[in-house]
């Protein structure tokens, strides 16, 4: 190549780092010279520093949903961004931000990155008898100011501004009268927040509709949730906050834990660990699946959520969805959302949810309202009275990211202003149009994985390296395929979206990243040594030839580890506290057999575990379990204790679960850790045992906990002193 090529990149997240990485890196030097245009005067995207100076869309403490395993790339390892001391398995969204800060100084120059410059126009250049180049106009933005804008000429562009540019509020009749609070989601993260939200509900009570089916609503249902809570155990929480929150669904979905049963081993995994294991796809060559979704699809996906995390968790896990003797061909495909609390919250009432979508709210003069839904499928209409606030958890819209494209380059690419799904039409597993060859796109889609990322950076860059030295830029047969992806992309955005239309475009994970592998004749990194096809896919697995292997190598050593069958690592035991945990919340029956002082006291009662925000140093998560006794017939208050869970449970802790004894004024009279770990066993299920050591007493309590799925059906706590059973009380699920 006789020089080098201009490359201009649009956005400074995680998709436009990789991009200008791969550039620079992954073919041979000197062929590309990228140059990053990033808005913001930080580099990031959605992924905030840790003490942002705005406010963005993600709150800096929020944690990932998918483990530090997936939520990385191929040659950076965390280890080596946060010093090889503990990883958290879900890191915050601060120590993303630290991530992708870390990969950039690594791999980028420092002048190649242009934050505070923002992209105002494009403009396509074609001359007869030369490829088309193309203009980009920019302008500085100060913190107060914008500077005259400036140009510059490229031979490449790709758009690398992410799917989340602007957040959706739907056009609900009624909606502009409502004088109630009206927030978005990604509002909603603080508990300052929360009370703002509801400051204005009395005594009277009222209630919080949260519309949206995604993982965005069960998010900002499940917050409210554990603000109500909060609320009711504060002692000097005023009482004239009581609320409703009632989520309203327009599709079916199951609720998703971040760690659910290994179905090799009784054990409990990440869940991105579990679900794209090699081992779940058939025999033969595994291909991208692209299309639409069928009825016997949505069925086995639904059948697959029943296997995996169990018959109880149906009922209070989804919402929605088709049960197993249902026999429509045409059930909609579930979704999925990912979180710990929303079914336990919806078991104990604390969440109502109803399937529908909002249609009309009418405005009253208090400044409450009536709000209709609809259900699309039986076309039965609900009312909620009393709406004091809404929450539109309905997600973003891309529309802003693609903007500043040249009107017929949007219409060579088949723009939809009504289609957020499916804004293009595009080939290259989302990466291109044949009919704009100099054009690409990396993560500019709907739910994009760090790892698609930088398989559809190392593809443009592989195909642009070609175009630069062929006249003509695609053979007649990789012109037939892309036409057929295209038409395939056609054929999903023409599929009916409630019934045929799958949660992401391009939600198969484990088929893009294999296909993609192939394409770019990338060979798997094997986890076992006789190299057979297993394990979970994972970006370190896929090492770029000319890559930071060792780095690659690092992952690909602790996800050994995490996968390993020892029982005794730190974090499998963390993996089971976290399950142990999320599963204890909720009220549960208990009968006591109490020996201490020689006697066979037999008591009876309940148990209630109520979520709250953390109240010590270092605790992630807290309940406040309140014990009531059932004597003669009659409810007497027993013990109340705080349980905890460690900021990230696979730290490197013995205890990762705390619990203290509570006195007058919430003040720990005692308390204990308890260490976790998992018990083999011939029986179905998994079964993990807990041992606790109180100091004051030398007492030992010694727990077991029987799962079905990610419930536990029921646990036993057995108090020793001097090595003698004193008390043994066994827990089973009430109401």
Known sequence: MSSSKKVAIIGAGPSGLVAAKTLLHCVPAGSFAPVIFEKQHAIGGLWPTKRPTVRGLIDPSMRTNLSRFTVAFSDLAWESVLGGGDVPMFPQAWQVNQYLATYAEQYLPREIIRVGHEVVKIVRLTREGSRPRWEVQWRETEWNSKTDTRSERFDFLIVASGYFSRPYVPDIPGLDGFTGKTVHSSALSTPEDMDDLVENIDASGGKVVVTGA????????????????????????????PFEVHHVCSRPFWTVPLYIPDPRQARFLPLDLAFYDLGRRPAGLVEYGYGRVSGQQAKKSNNYFRSLLGGDYECIGSVGVSSTNDEIEEIPPPWVAIGDD?????????????????????????????????NETTNDVTSFDNVAAIVMATGFTPYSSLSFLPADVLSQLEYSTTDPFLPLVLDGKGTSNAAVPELGFVGLYRGPYWGAMEMQARSLAQAWLLQAEQDVPFSDEALA?????????????????????????????????????????????????????????????????????????????????????DLKGHALAGAAATAVFRALHGTWRFERV???????????????????????????????CEEMEIEDG?????????????????????????????VEGDNPSQSMGLQVSYVPTDREGITVCAVGHQPLDGSEYRYVFQFDGVVITSWECTMLSNNEDEMKTLYTRGT
Request: glycine content about 10%; aromatic content about 4%.
């Open 214 to 241: 995604s993982m965005s609503g069960v998010e900002a249902a499940s917050a409210l949730a554990l603000h109500l809570s909060s609320l009711g155990l504060a002692s000097s929480s005023p009482s004239r906050k």
């Open 634 to 662: 009659s409810p007497r208050r027993g013990s109340r204790c705080v349980y905890g869970l460690t900021h990230d449970s696979t730290s490197r802790r013995d205890d990762p679960i705390s619990i203290s004894v509570l």
């Open 342 to 374: 929303y079914a336990e919250y919806t078991r104990s009432g604390a969440i109502t949810a109803t399937i529908g979508r909002i249609t009309t709210i009418h405005s009253h003069p208090n400044g409450r309202a009536t709000v209709d839904i609809r």
């Open 481 to 565: 395929r892309k036409n057929a992806e295209r038409e395939a992309v056609r054929h999903v955005r023409g599929a009916d979206p409630r019934l045929h239309r799958s949660q992401f475009p391009m939600g198969d994970y484990v088929g893009i990243m294999e296909s993609f592998a192939r394409d770019l004749d990338i060979h798997r990194t094997p986890l076992s040594d006789d190299g057979d096809r297993s394990g979970p896919v994972v970006p370190a697995r896929y090492p770029a030839e000319k890559g930071s292997v060792a780095q690659a190598d690092i992952v690909v050593d602790s996800l050994r580890g995490v996968l390993s069958p």
């Open 594 to 624: 109490d020996s201490r002082g020689g006697r066979d006291r037999k008591v009876r009662g309940t148990s209630i575990f109520c979520p709250r925000y953390p109240s010590r140093p270092g605790c992630g998560r807290e309940y406040v």
